[in-house]
T-cell receptor
Framework: GENVEQHPSTLSVQEGDSAVIKCTYS??????FPWYKQELGKRPQLIID?????GEKKDQRIAVTLNKTAKHFSLHITETQPEDSAVYFC????????????FGPGTRLSVLP | NAGVTQTPKFQVLKTGQSMTLQCAQD?????MYWYRQDPGMGLRLIYY???????DKGEVPNGYNVSRLNKREFSLRLESAAPSQTSVYFC???????????????FGNGTRLTVT
């Protein structure tokens, strides 16, 4: 089955710097890759997603890149702010009925003021 | 529009007790899911339901049962709780069906369960 690895497990950056989180997946049939942000004690919330027919997607300060050949995708946050501090999860799913998502173990991002 | 609603928010059980976690969504979504979240292990799928009347096992189904009561509701039952089931449980839904693919998950607020 699918296996998703995520690095780093923790990341500290200064406010205003950029943060990059990387994920790799094992199943070449996976074709949808969402990213979720989870603040302490809250539910995971979708922040950006990318489909396998696209190499990059951007939404204001957040971008995601996908390399299908290497089977990895990355989250880029620019101009980080203290409110970006949270745990970020990547996920992968296949285009099958039922859409079984597999999540990475998460990255705890701390933005230091 | 409440989204995905889970009850209860907190629960403490003794080993061997049973309970049902309730989940309802008001977004007319087709698929519903139960995940558990443990420190350092991300979110692991317990069971999912791709449509009303169908359920399928996920990565960690042992010790759990589910019921897709109707399109809105998807419950998770622990028949005989064990300390290893101490976790945070999230219900989620998505639009995904046989025609709609690649649809994101929408999560409820979670149930924090402790089994002593």
């Amino acid at each position: 089955g699918e296996n998703v690895e995520q690095h780093p497990s923790t990341l500290s950056v200064q406010e205003g710097d950029s943060a990059v989180i990387k994920c790799t997946y094992s199943d070449s049939a996976s074709n949808y890759f969402p990213w979720y942000k989870q603040e302490l004690g809250k539910r995971p919330q979708l922040i950006i997603d990318i489909r396998s027919n696209v190499g990059e997607k951007k939404d204001q300060r957040i971008a995601v890149t996908l390399n299908k050949t290497a089977k990895h995708f990355s989250l880029h946050i620019t101009e980080t702010q203290p409110e970006d501090s949270a745990v970020y999860f990547c996920a992968a799913s296949k285009n099958n009925y039922g859409q079984n998502f597999v999540f990475g173990p998460g990255t705890r991002l701390s933005v230091l003021p | 529009n409440a989204g995905v609603t889970q009850t209860p928010k907190f629960q403490v059980l003794k080993t061997g007790q049973s309970m049902t976690l309730q989940c309802a969504q008001d977004m007319n979504h087709n698929s519903m899911y139960w995940y558990r979240q443990d420190p350092g292990m991300g979110l692991r799928l317990i069971y999912y339901s791709a449509s009303e009347g169908t359920t399928d096992k996920g990565e960690v189904p042992n010790g759990y049962n589910v019921s897709r009561l109707n399109k809105r509701e998807f419950s998770l039952r622990l028949e005989s709780a064990a300390p290893s089931q101490t976790s945070v449980y999230f219900c989620a839904s998505s639009e995904a069906n046989h025609r709609i693919r690649n649809s994101p998950l929408h999560f409820g607020n979670g149930t924090r369960l402790t089994v002593t």
